[in-house]
């Protein structure tokens, strides 16, 4: 090994590292724009809901929305939508799913949850505003960028993605899983629901922004997504049993604590790892008919697997 | 005052109370259908939805989608979309309203509240999904029905009906004032909101369903919307003052009980009836660009001010 390609690698990953650090600017701008529109006399739950979504986060699913549309040739403003989208709906499940009601969860993100911070009613309806509000973002008028097909399908994308085919859906069969001993294939199927559908989502919904609706793209880009999605999920299951909570920004065991089966507590860390190194092999195996175009999206899924926080 | 005109009003009376019900059973097969959709795993969630949606209920939104649309000329099967999307949305509303950490109520329509009947989580659960089945069922593709344009327009609409500027909106001021005396203007306002949006809202459907998108009747329609939005919630508040709980299905009093400011505790009966027959005056009066068309309409306004349930 010769001390080139090291350099090469590093040089790649903080270009990597960058480009996701843009998105991430990129996206909180385009939120903090969807939530300040002026509602009087609803102060609290605008404040409710700018405290939920802005300010913190991976962004994990609006990267993905930029990657795959930039990699497909859509310009940036067209994502933008889509983008922050699918954030509005990872946030609306995230403070559903910390209510007292559902896991009952004190801090997300290293800060109060919602219905820590306000109160379980205001919790309840950010969430239902935000979802709203996620449909009428994708489905605002714009003189340029993709057809009102294309966007009609990425509603039908995000409303499948969301409803009981897949994050409510999904939400349902982990509640009634606390306490019980699921096979794998029953937790694959949970964590696809979950976690995943909304991951595979994101990809989707960057690929129709590209003007990609259908052929050998965006059926690899599909099968990338829901595999990327899994993994992502293993990792996230992973992290929770043997994760730095420094980094982490969370303390770890609290699917133990919630008696949740996770891939780990049901197949062991070993076959967790693998599976999740699997996964990432297929899901870029899937990327094939991209070609060069498919670049990002490797990185990405490698810095789904590896990533320690 | 002679024998004939009084048949001709309850035979026309007899044929729109006819006309209304076939609207109510159609849209229940609708909902039926849209409900019905195999998830493997997520039993208990999609028996709850159906719990909550098929089998009772005025059905008052689809039937403003439908005579709305007819009225436009709008095929049937074109408004089967839109009259299911705003009940489905109307019915999330209310299992999340019934929720103890909101109203807390324990029976509706004669039947235990959702998460009375199965547990909070689910009834969470059950309103998160509604919703985007709601924006699934407007997003369909139709090969015939209205364009793609038309129909992101719907869906525009409907989200603005449900989110911050309507239903959430409107419920977030509910629960900030309860126990709090209001002045008649915020009480409009936020009847306008949690509940006249929606219902405005479906009034708009039916006309984007038939193809009117703009122009003088739509305005009109706009207006009517919005003002028997307004009349159909003083209507509300006055049965559940003076109502009878054999004809309702309901108890009175709850509004009371809860300490919630409504039209009636703000301003009296006397003005609370006033109002309402004021708003469905200008609601008629906001009519005069449809012509005849407007007959059913008419006697919709009409049947909403002196419903006794």
Same mark, same amino acid.
């Given at each position: 090994m010769t001390a080139t390609p090291v350099t090469a690698d590093v040089t790649e990953a903080n270009a990597f590292a960058r480009r996701i650090a843009g998105y991430k600017d990129r996206v909180e701008r385009v939120l903090e724009r969807a939530l300040s529109l002026p509602d009087p006399g609803t102060d609290r739950l605008g404040e409710a809901m700018r405290y939920s979504v $802005? #300010?913190? !986060?991976?962004?994990l699913r609006p990267t993905l929305v930029y990657l795959t549309g930039e990699a497909l040739g859509a310009p940036l403003p067209q994502l933008d939508g889509p983008a922050a989208a699918v954030e509005l709906i990872h946030v609306y499940s995230l403070v559903h799913d910390d209510l007292p009601a559902m %896991? %009952? %969860? %004190? $801090?997300?993100r290293g800060r109060p949850t919602c219905h820590r911070a306000y109160d379980e009613a205001t919790a309840i309806l950010v969430g239902d505003a935000l979802q709203a509000l996620a449909f009428a973002v994708l489905a605002e008028e714009s003189? @340029? !960028?993709? @057809?009102a097909q294309l966007r009609l399908e990425m509603i039908r994308v995000l409303a499948a993605a969301t409803g009981t085919s897949g994050m409510a859906g999904g939400q349902a069969v982990d509640l009634a899983a606390v306490g019980r001993k699921l096979p794998e294939t029953a937790i694959e199927d949970m964590h696809r629901r979950k976690t995943g559908a909304l991951i595979q989502g994101s990809v989707l919904l960057g690929a129709l922004a590209a003007g990609? @609706?259908? #052929?050998a793209e965006l059926a690899g880009l599909e099968r990338f997504g829901a595999d990327i999605g899994l993994a992502f999920q293993i990792q996230d299951d992973i992290l929770d049993v043997e994760g730095d909570p420094a980094v982490l920004g969370k303390s770890t065991g609290a699917d133990a604590a919630h008696a949740k089966p996770t891939y780990p507590s049901t197949v062991g860390l070993e076959r967790a790892r693998l599976r999740a190194r699997e996964l990432r092999d297929t899901a870029i195996g899937a990327l094939a008919p991209l070609g060069h175009r498919s670049a990002a999206l490797v990185q990405l899924a490698n810095f789904i697997v590896n990533r320690a926080s």
């Open positions: $802005l #300010g913190a !986060g991976k962004r %896991d %009952d %969860d %004190d $801090l997300r003189p @340029s !960028g993709p @057809s990609v @609706s259908g #052929g």
